[in-house]
């Protein structure tokens, strides 16, 4: 069994790990970006590329904690959603 095999069977009762595991990758691609452009690149990737469905279900995994997700990656998130 793979690390990812063992990391999805751990998280198979939470949906909504696969979305953070997603985000953070996102964020992982802007991190090496300048400054300015991270938090509105990663903020902007997830607008056009999630769907709404996706998008509801990661705001309500930061409003029950957030547990997992980068910092960069919630400072997207929370730009995003007040812009909604």
Do not use: C, Y
């Not at 009762?13 to 938090?39: C, T, W, Y």
């Not at 904690?65 to 910092?71: F, L, N």
């Amino acid at each position: 069994m793979s690390h990812d095999d063992t990391e999805a069977a751990g998280h198979a009762h939470d949906p909504s790990a696969k979305l953070v595991r997603m985000a953070n990758q996102i964020g992982l691609f802007f991190a090496s970006q300048r400054e300015e452009v991270r938090v509105p690149g990663i903020a902007e990737h997830i607008r056009k590329f999630w769907e709404p469905r996706m998008r509801n279900q990661i705001f309500a995994h930061i409003d029950a904690g957030g547990a997992g997700i980068d910092p960069l990656v919630r400072r997207a998130l929370e730009t995003l959603r007040e812009k909604a």
